[in-house]
């Protein structure tokens, strides 16, 4: 079953924060996050694995509650180069990786 | 998503043609993924495969779509007949191993861009 992300669309402007959501009726094996420019493909932000774990990327970073079945992604003094669509992925069965229908960001100077 | 190689990146094809979509993994990688992603929508699972051996089959179509990997050569994603509906962009991702914390991230590869006629 699908992941839920919430918004489905932010506009910030540059230096701004934002914060993405993805919630799962299942139970989380594991997170995966993505982020997808227009026409290209998919690139890999972080994976978290077990409840608890945070990570960071630069100025992105993102936290795992296990016991929510909810994984949050947080972008802080955003800049122009974040614009995209991310995309939670929640591991299913340690098998296959479903996908949330995505959060576009926008990004204005 | 570097070294997970696709092609063709575009294709067009007439109704009632077949489509055929080619993954190479990244070096090292035995697990491959096919996902379809239709205009301005999320990212489809379809087919989960090792070599000569599919997994998960559970997203894709019942008739007309078909996925191999075999033994030697890349993956192959087939679609027969193809309609209108089938236009999108279908995405191969590759991973060492679903399950393992250091083998756990999955790369995608470019793309294909299937237009139907």
């Known amino acids: 079953q699908q992941p839920v992300q919430s918004p489905q669309a932010v506009i910030l402007r540059e230096g701004e924060d934002a914060v993405i959501n993805c919630s799962s009726s299942k139970a989380l094996y594991s997170v995966h996050w993505y982020r997808q420019k227009h026409g290209e493909a998919p690139v890999f932000l972080m994976i978290l694995l077990k409840g608890g774990e945070q990570k960071g990327h630069e100025k992105i970073s993102a936290s795992f509650n296990e016991k929510k079945q909810q994984s949050s992604l947080y972008l802080t003094a955003s800049q122009l180069s974040y614009s995209g669509t991310y995309f939670c992925g929640t591991g299913e069965g340690a098998q296959k990786l479903v996908f949330g229908q995505g959060t576009r960001l926008t990004i204005n100077p | 998503n570097a070294g997970v190689m696709q092609n063709p990146r575009h294709l067009v094809r007439r109704r009632g043609q077949e489509a055929r979509l080619r993954c190479s993994p990244m070096?090292?990688?035995?697990?491959v993924y096919w996902y379809r992603q239709l205009p301005e929508e999320g990212l489809k699972f379809m087919v989960y495969l090792q070599k000569e051996n599919i997994i998960d089959e559970s997203g894709m179509p019942k008739e007309r779509f078909s996925a191999e990997f075999p033994k030697e050569g890349p993956s192959i994603l087939r679609i027969q007949q193809v309609v209108r509906g089938d236009s999108a962009a279908y995405f191969c991702?590759?991973?060492?191993?679903?399950?393992?914390?250091?083998?756990?991230?999955?790369?995608f590869g470019e793309g294909s861009w299937l237009t139907v006629v």
């Open positions: 991702a590759s991973s060492r191993m679903m399950g393992q914390p250091s083998g756990n991230t999955i790369y």
């Open positions: 070096k090292g990688h035995s697990h």
